[in-house]
């Protein structure tokens, strides 16, 4: 049963508040959906390389070079592809437009740069416990009223 005009919309607007109040959750929901859509991606390179290893051997077995060519290229690509899909799961996911549902994919969260490895641990350290961070965020939370 499709939502009505008024759930989606109070959904859109449940959506932006949940990035405007926690941006790093939603951008952690978000990086779900490419992440499975990247190794996805890779598994089916995985597929089409062993069938162009097939196609490969077949070649050298019954002597056709063209054959042999052929399987090396679609390994080639196909290594290529997962290659890209492991590397930087975002970047090569297709983007999917759908009318009924704008989804996390469409509001904007997060960090806009990413940061090196070795700041975010200072970070952390410095800002206390994770008790601590939690109990702070509730109280600014439970001050700044309703939307």
Same mark, same amino acid.
């Given at each position: ?11 859109? *607007? ?9 941006? +790093?959750?939603?951008?952690?929901? $978000?990086? !779900?959906?490419? *992440?499975?859509?990247?190794? $996805? ?22 002597? *056709?070079? =063209? ?6 290229? =679609? ?7 997962? =290659?890209?899909?492991? $590397? ?13 549902? !704008?989804?996390?994919? =469409? ?6 740069? +990413?940061?090196?490895?070795?700041? $975010? !641990?200072?970070?952390? +350290? ?22």
């Amino acid at each position: 049963m499709p939502l009505s005009e008024e759930e989606l919309r109070m959904l859109e *607007q449940m959506e932006r508040a949940l990035v405007a109040e926690d941006p +790093k959750l939603a951008s952690t929901l $978000r990086g !779900t959906a490419m *992440q499975r859509a990247a190794r $996805r991606r890779a598994i089916a390179s995985g597929v089409v390389f062993v069938a162009g290893m097939a196609l490969l051997t077949c070649g050298v077995i019954f002597t *056709q070079t =063209v054959l042999g060519i052929a399987g090396f290229l =679609v390994m080639l690509a196909a290594a290529a592809v997962a =290659v890209t899909a492991l $590397r930087n799961p975002g970047a090569s996911a297709p983007h999917r437009r759908d009318t009924r549902h !704008t989804g996390f994919g =469409v509001v904007d969260g997060g960090r806009a740069g +990413k940061s090196s490895r070795f700041s $975010r !641990t200072r970070r952390t +350290k410095s800002s206390g416990s994770f008790m601590e961070r939690m109990d702070e965020r509730w109280r600014r939370r439970r001050d700044s009223g309703p939307y």
